[in-house]
């Protein structure tokens, strides 16, 4: 299996690299990669037109899009950008994944919706994006369906990896240097670590692959059973976390199990809940964030571990290393 993978630098990509390496041969693209094997190549999504001959270069078999405008705020003063990024050039890799017959495996957010309630979000709430960022990654989304490739649509939330900074370490840093912190206590989400969506990615991609070919067995012998049409595995998945917390809950885990972890940690500072109103910031962000996975845990045979788990394996893994 010839597996094109793009935006290989982000925190998912670089766990991808990994998750995909034992599913077939992977051909991971950044924005700055040139050439692979030989064959002129390009991962830059500003340029749409040079990523969509790639792939047609390139025919794979699956095609996992990691790229994205991920810059919130910075998307506001750049739609142009964000849009180019997050919808026009998948839209284009969408459509090449069509003529070749390839999946395609693309990432959104909860941010397509408006954080309205307290309900977990399922697939079939109408989404309602609050800033420029949800509108670009809505209408990836859009352009990806209306290509009419196959594809598995995995919107999650909250995304950290154990590679450079993320929200975590960012408090335990603050935590030994102030006195105070003060941390949003009215957004509600699940933290989830991108080598779980690399692995849920994984084993999603073996799924659908060996499915198809029992199908064709099937196909080509009448006396054979029952097998799912591929095609109806296609379609937009919820994929977070177990569990739910507020940042201020997710910060205060984070350095109560620093301090079990290491006893010599010392903590400094005061956490102190304030509102999203404390912090204003020119993209709006929702306050329920919480998405439902119950159809894809159904679907592909998955359980998804709570989020506590995630993160603190993941400081485990951190300040062994430190």
């Known amino acids: 299996m010839r597996i094109l993978l793009l935006g290989k630098g982000g925190q998912v990509g670089w766990e991808l690299q990994r998750s995909l390496s034992v599913l ?129 649509i995995l919107r999650t939330s909250w995304v950290y990896g154990a590679r450079g900074g993320n929200f975590a370490k960012t408090m335990l840093k603050l935590a030994q240097e102030r006195e105070e912190l003060k941390v949003i206590n009215d957004q509600v989400g699940a933290p989830t670590g991108a080598d779980l969506l690399a692995d849920v990615t994984a084993h999603i991609i073996a799924r659908c692959r060996a499915n198809a070919a029992a199908h064709a067995r099937l196909n080509t012998h009448a006396n054979g059973g029952a097998s ?41 500072a005061k956490v102190l809940p304030v509102p999203t109103s404390a912090f204003p910031t020119p993209a709006q962000r929702p306050h329920n964030s919480r998405l439902n996975s119950t159809k894809l845990q159904h679907t592909f045979g998955l359980n998804l571990p709570h989020w506590q788990a995630g993160v603190s394996r993941m400081l485990t893994e951190f300040l062994d290393k430190s």
């Not at 270069?57 to 180019?84: C, F, G, M, W, Y």
């Open 24 to 152: 077939g041969q992977v051909m991971a693209l950044d924005f700055d990669t040139t050439e692979v094997d030989g064959v002129p190549v390009c991962g830059d999504f500003s340029q749409p037109e040079r990523v969509a001959q790639t792939v047609r270069d390139l025919k794979p078999d699956v095609i996992v899009n990691a790229a994205a405008h991920t810059a919130v705020d910075k998307a506001q003063s750049e739609p142009d950008v964000a849009r180019l990024l997050n919808a026009t050039t998948p839209g284009l890799v969408a459509q090449e994944a069509k003529k070749l017959g390839a999946w395609l495996m693309h990432y959104s957010t909860d941010y397509v919706f408006d954080g309205s309630g307290t309900t977990p979000w399922v697939e079939t709430d109408a989404p309602s994006p609050l800033n420029v960022y949800g509108h670009t990654k809505l209408e990836g989304e859009q352009a990806i369906v209306q290509s009419g490739c196959q594809h598995i």
């Open 228 to 268: 799912a049409d591929p095609q109806t595995f296609s379609g937009i998945y919820h994929c977070a976390a177990a569990g739910q917390t507020t940042w201020f809950d997710y910060a205060n885990h984070v350095l109560s199990s620093a301090v079990a972890i290491n006893p010599a940690i010392k903590i400094r």
